[in-house]
């Protein structure tokens, strides 16, 4: 069924496209003049197909479902189901014979989503005040406006980038508070799923605190932290430093490191505490450990909250699948997903759900920076997250870099546009607080 939530890919087109040419060689060549570059494809795995099938044409191998599963498996061994997801290609293919038509879909609504990409570019450098960038993304817009089907006025988009992109993107309803994120994803919104990956100690709980104190402190929404990993006390402190713009030091000191402070920095935060916990008693709810479905589904209904953080995805799965790993981890996940998907539509808030890597292959290359694949459920994040967001703090592990930048890259977003590549954000350690690297100073 073709996807009736956005209208900038066409899933249905896709695979009709590729089965077509899977199942009649001789459309491969019409296709590959409609289609120059696999990039063209949404879901990456079709991109996957493509390229291999491309491959074996210009090589003269035969083209057939068996032999392009076997190319496949050999390329990508990783990947789980590649025979039932080939299946699925060729069984859902109408009509073999119209896959130039199907192709000219798939052209169209990747110009539209490179379109919107571009856009993204160009508001987030407007906003960032980068001229040189923002005229370079224009140039791209205006070349790339000849190719859309029914493009905005550009004119009239650029007229109001100017002065209205900077409103539309220094404040949205509930934001990550840096300026240059918030721009390509526009901030955390009501029914939409967002997914925030890094290793591990990258800085996925620090911005996740961060979103949660702004959405408290300055929107005044309502918020429930759902901490899979650390204490809820553990996560209420560092709120209430983040809040105040003190170091975690404090905490650090505090549990015996320089006893000679203990008291002083204890009584602080005591106060801290208290004040935090009185101002937001009906705003705040953070659980730890051992929660189920049931549990987020009955917070959800009790207190209709218009943010709820997810801490983090791993751990979350052997307490969320009510039993169903029985049937397997790829169950799993797709039941988690469904469920997570379905309550944050149901509830209409805000999900930010942070994933962390534990594949093997990231254990033996931890050089690389990470792409949504080397993620447990990479493929149920890609398909079923209105925004994947992705954090690499280099300094772990190339103490050169600046310990003051965090690399950040939208890998995906169906309201706005990709970063298109990675961007550096200022992050200050003993504050655990992000901004934008071009003005280090502290985010409010």
């Given at each position: 069924?073709?996807?009736?939530?956005?209208?900038?890919?066409?899933?249905?087109?896709?695979?009709?496209?590729?089965?077509?040419?899977?199942?009649?060689?001789?459309?491969?060549?019409?296709?590959?003049?409609?289609?120059?570059?696999?990039?063209?494809?949404?879901?990456?795995?079709?991109?996957?197909?493509?390229?291999?099938?491309?491959?074996?044409?210009?090589?003269?191998?035969?083209?057939?479902?068996?032999?392009?599963?076997?190319?496949?498996?050999?390329?990508?061994?990783?990947?789980?189901?590649?025979?039932?997801?080939?299946?699925?290609?060729?069984?859902?293919?109408?009509?073999?014979?119209?896959?130039?038509?199907?192709?000219?879909?798939?052209?169209?609504?990747?110009?539209?989503?490179e379109y919107m990409r571009l856009s993204g570019l160009v508001s987030s450098h407007t906003a960032?005040?980068?001229?040189?960038?923002?005229?370079?993304?224009?140039?791209?817009?205006?070349?790339?406006?000849?190719l859309v089907r029914d493009p905005p006025n550009l004119n009239t988009f650029l007229d109001e980038?100017?002065?209205?992109?900077?409103?539309?993107?220094?404040?949205?309803?509930?934001?990550?508070?840096?300026?240059?994120?918030?721009?390509?994803?526009?901030?955390?919104?009501?029914?939409?799923?967002?997914?925030?990956?890094?290793?591990?100690?990258?800085?996925?709980?620090?911005?996740?605190?961060?979103?949660?104190?702004?959405?408290?402190?300055?929107?005044?929404?309502?918020?429930?932290?759902?901490?899979?990993?650390?204490?809820?006390?553990?996560?209420?402190?560092?709120?209430?430093?983040?809040?105040?713009?003190?170091?975690?030091?404090?905490?650090?000191?505090?549990?015996?490191?320089?006893?000679?402070?203990?008291?002083?920095?204890?009584?602080?935060?005591?106060?801290?505490?208290?004040?935090?916990?009185?101002?937001?008693?009906?705003?705040?709810?953070?659980?730890?450990?051992?929660?189920?479905?049931?549990?987020?589904?009955?917070?959800?209904?009790?207190?209709?909250?218009?943010?709820?953080?997810?801490?983090?995805?791993?751990?979350?799965?052997?307490?969320?699948?009510?039993?169903?790993?029985?049937?397997?981890?790829?169950?799993?996940?797709?039941?988690?997903?469904?469920?997570?998907?379905?309550?944050?539509n149901k509830y209409n808030c805000a999900t930010l759900l942070l994933s962390q890597f534990n594949?093997?292959?990231?254990?033996?290359?931890?050089?690389?920076?990470?792409?949504?694949?080397?993620?447990?459920?990479?493929?149920?994040?890609?398909?079923?997250?209105?925004?994947?967001?992705?954090?690499?703090?280099?300094?772990?592990?190339?103490?050169?870099?600046?310990?003051?930048?965090?690399?950040?890259?939208?890998?995906?977003?169906?309201?706005?546009?990709?970063?298109?590549?990675?961007?550096?954000?200022?992050?200050?350690?003993?504050?655990?607080?992000?901004?934008?690297?071009?003005?280090?100073?502290?985010?409010?």
């Open positions: 069924m073709v996807n009736q939530e956005h209208t900038t890919y066409d899933l249905e087109a896709e695979i009709g496209t590729l089965g077509s040419m899977i199942l009649n060689g001789a459309q491969v060549l019409k296709i590959k003049g409609i289609i120059p570059t696999s990039s063209y494809f949404y879901a990456a795995f079709h991109q996957i197909v493509y390229r291999v099938i491309v491959g074996m044409w210009d090589a003269n191998i035969p083209l057939d479902i068996i032999t392009i599963k076997d190319a496949v498996q050999k390329k990508n061994p990783l990947i789980p189901d590649i025979p039932e997801r080939l299946m699925t290609i060729v069984e859902g293919t109408p009509t073999k014979g119209n896959g130039v038509y199907y192709a000219k879909i798939v052209k169209e609504k990747y110009l539209e989503r960032s005040g980068d001229k040189n960038a923002q005229q370079q993304a224009v140039s791209e817009l205006q070349k790339l406006s000849t980038g100017i002065e209205g992109m900077r409103k539309r993107f220094s404040g949205p309803e509930m934001d990550f508070g840096i300026l240059r994120l918030d721009a390509f994803t526009s901030g955390l919104q009501k029914g939409l799923l967002t997914v925030l990956g890094a290793r591990e100690s990258h800085g996925k709980t620090a911005i996740a605190i961060q979103a949660t104190w702004r959405t408290l402190s300055i929107s005044g929404k309502k918020v429930i932290y759902y901490s899979y990993d650390l204490a809820a006390k553990d996560i209420f402190c560092r709120m209430c430093l983040h809040g105040a713009n003190k170091s975690t030091d404090i905490v650090w000191k505090s549990w015996g490191i320089d006893p000679a402070h203990r008291e002083s920095e204890m009584n602080q935060l005591r106060a801290m505490g208290e004040e935090v916990a009185e101002a937001y008693k009906d705003k705040l709810l953070i659980r730890e450990y051992n929660i189920t479905r049931q549990i987020v589904e009955s917070d959800l209904m009790a207190m209709r909250p218009d943010l709820i953080v997810i801490d983090y995805l791993q751990n979350a799965l052997e307490d969320w699948g009510s039993g169903r790993k029985f049937f397997g981890e790829q169950a799993e996940l797709r039941h988690f997903f469904t469920t997570l998907k379905d309550m944050t594949r093997p292959e990231d254990r033996i290359d931890a050089s690389r920076k990470p792409e949504l694949r080397h993620y447990k459920g990479g493929g149920y994040i890609e398909q079923a997250a209105n925004a994947a967001i992705l954090l690499d703090y280099e300094y772990r592990r190339n103490p050169i870099r600046s310990k003051n930048e965090i690399d950040i890259k939208v890998a995906k977003v169906t309201f706005g546009a990709t970063s298109g590549g990675w961007f550096p954000v200022y992050f200050d350690p003993p504050t655990q607080r992000f901004n934008n690297i071009e003005k280090n100073n502290d985010s409010q």
